[in-house]
């Protein structure tokens, strides 16, 4: 099985006069093709939504460390009252009646409460430590995202390392096609870079694939445990490496990019 490729969590929203507002979260290896199965120009699942097309795409979330993590996040993002993850700040909304939309399904305006319950799981351990990417395709979708989110209490602000971006979702057609990309060149590319690792100044074994990462950006290669020590200097009381300064080239660097790589690296190494 292919250990870790695109997979993605996604928002769409009925355009049916009758169903305006109602959305769907779903997961996917491929939101654009998914889309379509939705809208019935492609065969194959999507039934229990084919009385509301049609669907536009609204968002999507990607980076996730392994698929049944992504499939957790789905999971929580549809039933934010029952989730472990957010049941905690659905019950706070609805006693502090702040009208997130969650008091009841039917009173709720479903598109607002998924906009937010995604604010919530973002900010909720695990999901808040991990390099997610959040795709908006309108702008206007992402203002209102962030603006119902409003002030965060404290400690409940988006995490540092979240990526925003918005356009149209062919934009990320490399990212979402990845694993290709990296069979031709990745691999090309690491093998140029030096032979010594820019943190210890040690010898790194090339053969040894999962002992090493590499900045995309510049010629930055270092042992793992390198790196982490690295990142993690500057907060003493993580455990885990979340993002740093490339010693390279000073650009961000997040830790679970760099893993991703990692991964996808071996993944081609075992396979050829
Ligand atoms: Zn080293
Ligand atoms: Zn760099």
Not at 1 to 10: I, S, T
Not at 55 to 60: R, Y
Not at 96 to 103: F, S
Not at 192 to 219: G, Y
Request: glycine fraction near 4%.
């Amino acid at each position: 099985m292919v250990p870790y490729l695109f997979y993605c969590c996604y928002l769409i929203r009925s355009l049916h006069p009758d169903h305006q507002n109602k959305v769907y979260v779903g997961s996917t290896p491929d939101p654009i093709k998914r889309l379509r199965q939705h809208n019935g120009d492609l065969t194959q699942g999507a039934y229990k939504t084919s009385k509301r097309r049609p669907w536009e795409m609204i968002l999507f979330v990607y980076g996730f460390p392994t698929k049944q993590s992504a499939l957790q996040f789905e999971w929580a993002w549809q039933h934010p009252m029952r989730s472990r993850h957010t049941k905690r700040q659905a019950i706070h909304s609805v006693t502090c009646n702040n009208t997130l939309g969650m008091r009841s399904a039917a009173q709720s305006n479903l598109y607002l409460t998924k906009l937010r319950a995604l604010h919530d799981l973002l900010c909720t351990q695990p999901f808040a430590r991990w390099s997610l990417k959040l795709r908006f395709m309108d702008p206007g979708d992402l203002g209102l995202f962030l603006a119902e989110a409003g002030p965060p209490p404290p400690g409940r602000a988006l995490p540092s390392q979240l990526c925003v971006s918005h356009g149209p979702a062919l934009d990320l057609l490399p990212v979402i096609q990845r694993s290709k990309r990296t069979e031709d060149t990745f691999v090309k590319w690491v093998e140029n870079l030096p032979a010594s690792c820019h943190v210890c100044h040690d010898a790194i074994e090339r053969k040894d694939l999962d002992r090493f990462v590499c900045c995309p950006d510049c010629t930055m290669i270092a042992h793992l445990t390198c790196l982490a020590t690295l990142f993690l200097n500057d907060t003493p009381f993580a455990l885990i490496p979340i993002e740093h300064p490339c010693p390279g080239c000073a650009r961000r660097l997040v830790w679970g990019d760099l893993i991703y790589d990692l991964r996808l690296r071996l993944h081609h190494h075992t396979k050829t």
